[in-house]
């Protein structure tokens, strides 16, 4: 199937992994990639230097296009586009829209680069500062996302400008790929439904977790760093949301100081890296604390397998998906369910 996101990044089938973190390592982005789809790379829980060596891992396991997500207001953000630059990656990702000389500095180099957006303010920015395509997210996504749902959002987007659109947030098949190609989109975006594969290292008991979760389990809250995170409704969750702004000041002093004898940062780093987060909202310091070990949060589930101390970011998707395919078998099954609905379609 080809449209303009597979002519841009040369891939197979308009399907994108997202860059979550944690979760997006070599071993999930490769499978991505062998099976004909785009693959992301999530650096912004690595090391300039992992960064590296997960680029190399994924070039040793796959000769096909890959991404790699930036967080563009990193303090090392240039330093990580130095190597996606020099290690010849195809596409620089980006949760949060990337300067315009940022833009400029990856296109020179031959770099396709696509922004993530949840408003179309957002993707009329960055189409106009250059951006090759950009991901749009409703509100069905996981991890930090918005109110407005994708089937609103994404015509908005796909009429704002005049470059290719990806949608994000709710899909998980090849209906949902042939329903935002009815939108307009040139492909879909997907975080939930590519970490609930066999390719994912994520623990079998988190795994276990979503696929028990309904729709009803999967909630959005602003407890754990005060901007609006849709994830799992968790034990830890509803102690954040229960406890009162003491309680709660205490539950983050007691997580960020684990997260500190971790991370090796001082305390006036870490609030100054929970303040940089904020994004221009009014925390209170709870949330400001744990702004900053947010990551930390998400490690302890996906990497360590604590569902009872960690955060699980999910889209709403987790509470219709019922199985763990591999990334090629997964693949394969969408793009066959999309050419089946094409078929039935009357003709016009």
């Known amino acids: 199937m080809k449209t303009a996101l ?14 979550m ?12 990639a062998n099976a004909g789809a785009l693959g992301v790379l999530a650096s912004a829980t690595m090391t300039v230097d992992g960064l590296r ?14 991404g790699v997500n930036l967080r563009a207001d990193a303090g090392d953000a240039r330093e990580r586009v130095r190597i996606i ?26 770099v396709v680069v696509i922004p993530s957006v949840g408003a179309r303010r957002h993707a009329e920015k960055v189409a106009g500062w250059g951006a090759d395509a950009v991901v749009v997210q409703g509100g069905e996504g996981g991890g930090h996302t918005g109110e407005v749902a994708t089937t609103v959002l994404l015509p908005q987007v796909v009429d704002a400008v005049d470059i ?22 040139a492909g879909v975006a997907m975080g939930t439904r590519f ?23 999967i909630t959005v ?5 005060g901007l609006p995170h849709r994830m799992l409704r968790t ?24 997260f500190r004898r971790i991370s090796g940062l001082s305390w006036p780093a870490m609030v100054r890296e929970g303040l940089a987060m904020r994004h221009g909202k009014d925390l209170s310091w709870s949330q400001v604390l744990l702004a900053a070990n947010t990551p930390m949060l998400l490690k302890a589930s996906m990497v360590e397998g604590r569902t009872d101390l960690g955060v699980m970011a999910s889209g709403q998707v987790a509470g219709v998906i019922e199985d763990l395919p591999g990334c090629g078998e997964l693949v394969t099954r969408i793009m066959s369910e999309a050419a089946q609905v094409l078929r039935t379609l009357p003709s016009p």
């Open 195 to 217: 970490l609930l594969t066999s390719d994912s290292t994520v623990p079998d008991a988190v795994k276990a977790r979503y696929l028990a979760a309904t729709v009803k389990d």
């Open 6 to 19: 597979t002519e841009l990044v040369g891939i197979e089938h308009p399907i994108v992994q997202t860059g």
């Open 21 to 32: 973190g944690w979760v997006a390592g070599p071993r999930l982005v490769s499978a991505t």
């Open 221 to 225: 809250t602003t407890a754990v760093d």
């Open 53 to 66: 060596a997960a680029v190399r891992e994924v070039k040793s396991r796959t000769d096909r296009p890959f």
């Open 164 to 185: 290719p659109v990806i949608a994000a947030g709710g899909f998980h098949d090849g209906r949902g790929l042939v329903a935002a190609l009815s939108y307009g989109a």
């Open 235 to 258: 034990e830890m969750v509803a102690a954040l949301e229960g406890a009162g702004r003491l309680r709660s000041l205490a539950q983050a002093v007691r997580r960020a100081s684990g």
């Open 85 to 110: 630059v020099e290690e010849g990656v195809r596409v620089a990702s980006f949760a949060l829209a990337p300067s315009r000389d940022l833009i400029a500095e990856l296109k020179d180099a031959g």
